[in-house]
């Protein structure tokens, strides 16, 4: 596979899988609108997910080589989690989502934000799950230089998406008062997974 649609299918997953609103997302947000160290947490939130990206591919890489038949049932539970994560965004888009802007100007030191940012990134059992088991597993397909594509692919996902937001945030927040922003957002989203879904059963058909 060339290079370029292995950095596009890693850059794709990452999207897909850091884009869905949570508690991370949802703190860098709130710190941008109210101005608050929103670059210094966009930072540390894209190392975070650096990090354990690539000690998720290449740590998961050594784990799979030993174990071939792993690479089977990590193939499948990714097709499932997918799937069921593809699923939920789908009913998320057929519901009504709001965010309410906050302006409030409470002063936060770096110190106390990055504490927080710490707590939500790291604290949240998803992150270990899409980052160190999900993309591992999956990185487990390719070999030698094309893993580092993939690993960069993903690892680009994060920095722009967190930084995406901390420049965004004021820009994003009037759009995201409609409801059917989110329903969009949601909508591909599911159909991110459920795509990625599909070729990961292509690959193991192949296998």
């Not at 709130?30 to 210094?40: D, I, K, V």
């Not at 059917?180 to 193991?204: C, F, K, N, Q, V």
């Amino acid at each position: 596979m060339h290079t370029s649609l292995i950095f596009i299918n890693g850059l794709a997953l990452g999207a897909g899988l850091i884009v869905a609103i949570g508690a991370q997302n949802a703190y860098l947000l709130s710190r941008a609108l109210r101005n608050q160290h929103q670059y210094a947490v966009a930072l540390f939130c894209s190392i975070t997910d650096a990090s354990l990206i690539c000690l998720g591919i290449f740590g998961m890489g050594y784990l799979v080589h030993a174990l071939p038949d792993l690479l089977l049932w990590i193939s499948w539970g990714g097709v499932v989690f997918l799937f069921i994560y593809g699923a939920l965004s789908f009913k998320s888009a057929a519901t009504n989502h709001y965010m309410e802007e906050d302006y409030s100007r409470s002063e936060y030191s770096l110190i106390k934000v990055l504490t927080v940012a710490a707590s939500v990134s790291l604290l949240n059992p998803h992150v270990y799950l899409d980052t160190m088991i999900l993309l591992g597993g999956i990185s487990s397909q390719y070999l030698g230089s094309e893993k580092l594509w993939f690993g960069f692919g993903a690892v680009t996902a994060s920095f722009i998406w967190f930084f995406g937001l901390a420049c965004g945030a004021r820009w994003l927040m009037p759009v995201f008062k409609k409801p059917m922003a989110w329903r969009i957002l949601d909508s591909l989203i599911g159909i991110i997974m459920w795509s990625i879904a599909a070729g990961l059963i292509t690959h193991i058909s192949a296998m």
